[in-house]
């Protein structure tokens, strides 16, 4: 029998005496789970009578084991190999990571001295329990746990004989049946799930002359995972297409669809795009609102440079105006600006966002999906918004010129306006929205903020190892024309970053605040070179400029800010 700490099954008393809700429904509540402190705990979170960060944090208290969030965690292969699978789903389990003779596993049940014996045993190692929901266990060992091994063994066991009739003619009867059977739904979602292992941004299935490659962008960079045989093809477009609600009989013409995968509680999102090619179907499948993204909507937690932060909440406090961030595709500005409604979020404002397609689900927020099919665009939706009235809106992206203006005349009239272009700048941001055909006397007193930002890869923690910076480092990146004792860091590899030298990813950034010597020059419609240089003199600095900070603070590397961002004019030196 496994010793249970009296405290655990206290944990209604040790509430009450805490007088953190109110009495009454914490009794109905307990008395619904039938006094099991686990499924109470759990209870307590859905039914919103403690935030989760609260509800935890009192648990760990009452337990006296801390709790860990998986989802904000890294955990090292050494340690879930030292459990096998099965012994982690039968005890609901899992090794985080290994220090010296020690290992932390998260448990469902950590007060259990039985298994943590069991695992002394087994792995020869002093174990260090941590709390860890139920359901979050189960997720991480369905994503962690899947290799390319467990891929290739799923191969092994597809019969695709039958889905080519004579003459090699394509049955789509058998496809369709084929990729409804157990062995092509265990691959697909063997793939997926390694992907997110892997912590891919976005999977390609991509066909070449005699094989099937698997690549994915992990940190920005395209990594080919596995050839597959040419024949998976088929039936993994398939399967993916019906999961999507596309035709899985048009190969001829590209098609967009999306569809969802349950891990655990969370419900992750995919978009899937198909593209025909010379040998077969092209697929890329976008991972949205990853569950360990979600614990990164904290404009706190972004690495943000102080300065250009303060300045950031200064701006999203505001009553009224147009915040954009601007950068590519994938440059993150998605997460940045939900950082940013996080932030300002509270129960006496009414905030409504319009996207295309919904990324994360924020609590206490309003969001709509664009639907172009149906005629719900941005700017029909946003007409419709305006009159539910919104405290704040957020525009996914500002597209063309009729959502310009409704979205700049909404600022004008006394809301808060967030939203995303797709400019090389902070500063292009202003001449877009005029080349666009908003006028400059409405961008010039509508616009109050642009954060332009850009990805770059971050150094692995584990291996990233020190140097003297040179003298070119010094004449080239800051300017100056001595020797100096600075200390920068460089990639190295590890198993824990793949060999790479990177691990995950943190953005740079550029802000120009709209003063009004920036906004005059808005006015006469002012060249973007102009504007830049008079914001300089209030506070802008290229986006170079914030990277080279971050090397310095050996974030990431001189290389992965000089590929990511363009040369600036010689700003500095002229002024």
């Known amino acids: 029998m496994s010793f249970v700490p009296a405290k655990v099954l206290n944990f209604y008393n040790f509430l009450i005496d805490k007088s953190v809700a109110d009495k009454t429904t914490l009794k109905d509540t307990f008395n619904a789970v039938q006094q099991d402190p686990v499924q109470f705990l759990i209870r307590i979170i859905q039914r919103g009578i403690l935030s989760k960060k609260k509800a935890m944090d009192l648990w760990s208290e009452c337990i006296n084991i801390a709790y860990l969030n998986l989802n904000e965690t890294t955990v090292q292969k050494e340690a879930l190999e030292l459990i096998p699978e099965k012994i982690a789903e039968r005890y609901n389990l899992i090794g985080v990571y290994i220090f010296g003779s020690g290992m932390t596993v998260a448990m469902a049940t950590p007060w259990d001295l039985d298994i943590i014996r069991e695992l002394e045993t087994l792995t020869h190692r002093n174990i260090t329990p941590v709390f860890c929901l139920p359901d979050e266990i189960k997720a991480a060992i369905q994503i962690y746990y899947k290799s390319s091994q467990s891929i290739e063994n799923s191969v092994k066991k597809i019969d695709l004989s039958a889905i080519v009739g004579k003459g090699g003619y394509l049955n789509i009867a058998a496809m369709r049946k084929l990729a409804m059977s157990d062995s092509i739904i265990d691959l697909s979602l063997s793939i997926v799930l390694y992907a997110l292992r892997e912590r891919a941004t976005d999977i390609h299935l991509e066909p070449r002359e005699g094989y099937l490659s698997i690549r994915f962008r992990i940190d920005g960079k395209l990594q080919e995972k596995f050839k597959l045989p040419s024949d998976l093809l088929n039936a993994l477009s398939s399967r993916f297409k019906i999961i999507s609600q596309l035709d899985i009989t048009e190969r001829r013409l590209p098609q967009d669809g999306s569809f969802s995968i349950n891990i655990g509680t969370h419900k992750l999102d995919f978009r899937l795009s198909s593209m025909p090619s010379k040998y077969g179907e092209k697929l890329v499948i976008r991972v949205l609102g990853q569950s360990s993204t979600i614990s990164l909507l904290n404009l706190d937690r972004m690495c943000i440079n102080d300065d250009i932060l303060s300045k950031i909440k200064k701006i999203i406090q505001t009553s009224n105006g147009v915040f954009f961030v601007t950068g590519p595709t994938g440059s993150g500005k998605t997460t940045t600006l939900y950082a940013a409604l996080n932030y300002i979020n509270d129960p006496g404002s009414n905030i409504i966002t319009i996207e295309d397609p919904i990324e994360y689900t924020l609590e206490g927020i309003v969001q709509v999906q664009v ?201 500095f030196s002229k002024n």
Do not use: W
């Not at 080239?476 to 460089?490: E, P, Q």
């Not at 973007?528 to 971050?550: L, N, S, T």
């Open 371 to 571: 639907d172009v099919k149906v005629g719900l665009t941005f700017s029909t939706v946003l007409r419709s918004v305006l009159r539910q009235d919104p405290d704040v809106v957020l525009v996914g992206e500002i597209r063309d010129a009729e959502t310009a203006k409704i979205a700049t005349q909404a600022a004008l009239t006394g809301h808060l306006v967030f939203s995303s272009l797709h400019t090389n700048s902070s500063v292009q941001a202003l001449t877009r929205l005029v080349e666009m055909g908003v006028e400059p006397f409405m961008v010039a007193p509508s616009i109050i903020g642009v954060l332009a930002q850009r990805l770059v890869r971050k150094l692995c923690e584990q291996c990233k190892e020190p140097y003297q910076a040179t003298k070119e480092d010094l004449q080239n990146h800051f300017r100056l024309d001595c020797d100096s004792d600075i200390t920068l860091y460089r990639p190295k590899g590890c198993p824990n970053c793949n060999f790479s030298g990177y691990y995950g990813r943190i953005a740079i950034h550029e802000l120009v605040v709209i003063t009004d010597e920036v906004r005059e020059l808005v006015y006469k419609n002012a060249s973007a070179q102009d504007i830049e240089k008079v914001a300089f003199h209030f506070g802008f600095r290229p986006m170079r400029y914030d990277g080279f900070k971050k090397v310095l603070r050996g974030f990431t590397t001189f290389s992965e800010v000089v590929s990511t961002t363009v040369i600036e004019q010689e700003i």
